[in-house]
């Protein structure tokens, strides 16, 4: 190998010929913006409100609460839905309710990224009025057709999660 080659890979900045270097820095320029470009934008989980708008059909409502403390059974409520159930969100950020005689709610609504934020003016369930109650669901999944929203948090009584399956 030629002295100057040799050299040339261990000081490569200090002995390589001016378009060994540009090479160099050019390989280097296109590893920096390739890995900047396939970063994931922080825009990129947001759901169009505009996508949730319309009259959805009731296909799943299920809870699970795991309880506290070791003698406590864990819950699983599964609803299914019925003909005639529904959720409605309108364009003016209106949401309509209706799980038979299990639920009934209106309210407002708005979608920020994947976060659907209900605040309930009327929310009833199981026959009981409940007061000053919002949710905040995220929306795991939604098409045309399809829409699942989790939601989860932590009371006295344990932990519990909430999945609500609807179609168009």
């Not at 609460?65 to 969100?89: C, L």
Request: proline share 3%; with cysteine; charged share 15%.
């Amino acid at each position: 190998m030629i002295p100057a080659a040799r050299n040339c890979f261990k000081y490569p900045l200090l002995t390589c010929k001016p378009l060994v270097v540009k090479k160099l820095l050019f390989i280097v320029c296109l590893f920096i913006t390739v890995s900047i470009c396939s970063c994931t934008k922080d825009g990129a989980n947001k759901t169009n409100s505009s996508s949730i708008v319309g009259k959805w059909n009731v296909v799943m409502d299920s809870s699970y609460n795991t309880g506290i403390g070791a003698s406590i059974t864990p819950t699983i409520q599964t609803y299914i839905g019925q003909p005639g159930d529904y959720y409605n969100f309108t364009e003016q950020g209106k949401a309509y309710f209706n799980e038979g005689s299990k639920l009934s709610a209106t309210g407002d609504y708005t979608v920020t990224g994947n976060q659907l934020k209900l605040k309930y003016d009327n929310l009833v369930i199981d026959g009981s009025a409940i007061e000053n109650a919002s949710t905040i669901y995220t929306i795991a999944a939604i098409s045309a057709h399809n829409l699942t929203l989790t939601s989860s948090f932590i009371t006295q009584g344990g932990s519990s999660f909430y999945t609500l399956k609807l179609s168009k």
